[in-house]
């Protein structure tokens, strides 16, 4: 499973961010095997610079073999709840999709 990040101008998309997310996301959703071949993570800051309520935004695409993408995203007010909470939501819909 490839895992691809991206990231908005306001989120620092370090190396250790993207090292640890690849990480988790693969530990996450070993499970399903070569079901996923690709998982897409796109990261950003909805409000810039200002801070306010809910205002990371995690997205994941699961692109799925022999399937249409699956894609979820979660708001948090910081990067690690938006990142955990869409990573939950993608566990959650795989398992109804793939058992």
Same mark, same amino acid.
């Given at each position: 499973?490839? !895992?691809?990040?991206?990231? /908005?101008?306001?989120? /620092?998309?370090?190396?250790?961010?993207?090292?640890?997310?690849?990480?988790?996301?693969?530990?996450?959703?070993?499970?399903? $095997?070569?079901?996923?071949?690709?998982? @897409?993570?796109?990261?950003?800051?909805?409000?810039?610079? +200002?801070?306010? $309520? /809910?205002? +990371?935004?995690?997205?994941? @695409?699961?692109?799925?073999?022999?399937?249409?993408?699956?894609?979820?995203?979660?708001?948090?007010?910081?990067?690690?709840?938006? !990142?955990?909470?869409?990573?939950?939501?993608?566990?959650?819909?795989?398992?109804?999709?793939?058992?």
């Amino acid at each position: 499973m490839q !895992i691809q990040v991206s990231t /908005d101008n306001n989120i /620092d998309g370090s190396a250790k961010l993207i090292e640890s997310l690849a990480a988790e996301l693969t530990d996450a959703l070993s499970r399903f $095997g070569n079901q996923i071949t690709r998982v @897409e993570v796109h990261l950003r800051d909805v409000n810039g610079p +200002k801070s306010a $309520g /809910d205002d +990371k935004s995690c997205l994941l @695409e699961a692109r799925l073999a022999g399937r249409q993408p699956l894609v979820v995203s979660h708001e948090a007010s910081s990067l690690r709840q938006a !990142i955990d909470g869409a990573t939950d939501k993608l566990e959650r819909a795989l398992d109804g999709l793939l058992g």
